[in-house]
């Protein structure tokens, strides 16, 4: 699959027309949120783009019950998290633990990932003192002092 996607974004190579309109076909195609759980996962900010824009749904679970925007925010992906959410993910969403993407990103201690989903509007307090207690128990003060500080009504 990596293979596959690095062709896609080969130098020179523009997409055929047909490509471009088949976006509906492509947004319920599998592969097309196989591949973006792949590239999400791993970092790979212009094959999520290039995915995007072929219509790859942003909220399409895969066989885990994870989407794209839990593996960004646990893997502290900031910039790939901002593409998502721009393309209208849900950044409250659950996975298949029921853990969401603000939980995800501070069981981590990935503060620049808490940082954009707060500034999204990730506005739950009990969802905010859930994150609070792991980022806690794991000892990332970073994101201890952040949350605390949206608590408070700092920010």
Known sequence: MQRICRLDLQPGLAPSPGLVNR???LRHDPFVALRLDWATYNGHTDVVRVLLDLGADVNRKNTSGNPPVLYA???SHAVILVLLMKNGA??????????????????DGHSDAVKVLLGAGERHPKGHEMALRV??????????ELLKSVLRGDE
Do not use: C, F, N
């Open 135 to 144: 980022a806690k128990k794991r000892g990332h003060r970073s994101v201890v």
């Open 23 to 25: 976006r509906r076909i």
């Open 73 to 75: 925010a646990a893997k």
């Open 90 to 107: 849900d950044y409250e969403v659950r996975g298949l633990a029921q853990m969401t993407p603000l939980i995800a990103a501070a069981r």
